[in-house]
């Protein structure tokens, strides 16, 4: 089960916030004009041009979504269309690739 969204009004407090829960092991970021497709838990599709992903040291993994930089959200569940592949991969397992 997903984590309850952070939320603060300062970018910079709501990444404070999120060491509460655990240290932050790594980020990874893309910007892609042409997209990539990304599917929640419940199987919805929504297709992003940028992307910011935080991993926690608890082994989740937290995402402003849909450019809404106030609130970070678990995405620990979510998958990600790997384009070298054309395959579904997990937050996890695409988090460990080079590139998308």
């Known amino acids: 089960m997903a984590n309850e ?4 009004e300062s970018y910079q407090q709501l990444l404070v916030d999120l060491g509460v829960g655990g240290p932050q092991v790594g980020e990874k970021s893309f910007n892609l004009a042409d997209g990539f497709q990304v599917k929640d838990e419940a199987g919805q599709e929504e297709t992003y041009t940028y992307w ?14 849909k450019g809404d930089r106030k609130t970070l959200y678990d995405i620990t569940g979510y998958t990600i269309l790997a384009k070298s592949t054309q395959e579904w991969l997990s937050i996890a397992d695409w988090f460990a690739l080079e590139g998308i």
């Open 5 to 8: 969204p952070i939320t603060n």
């Open 52 to 65: 910011d992903v935080i991993r926690r040291a608890d082994d989740t993994y937290w995402s402003p979504l």
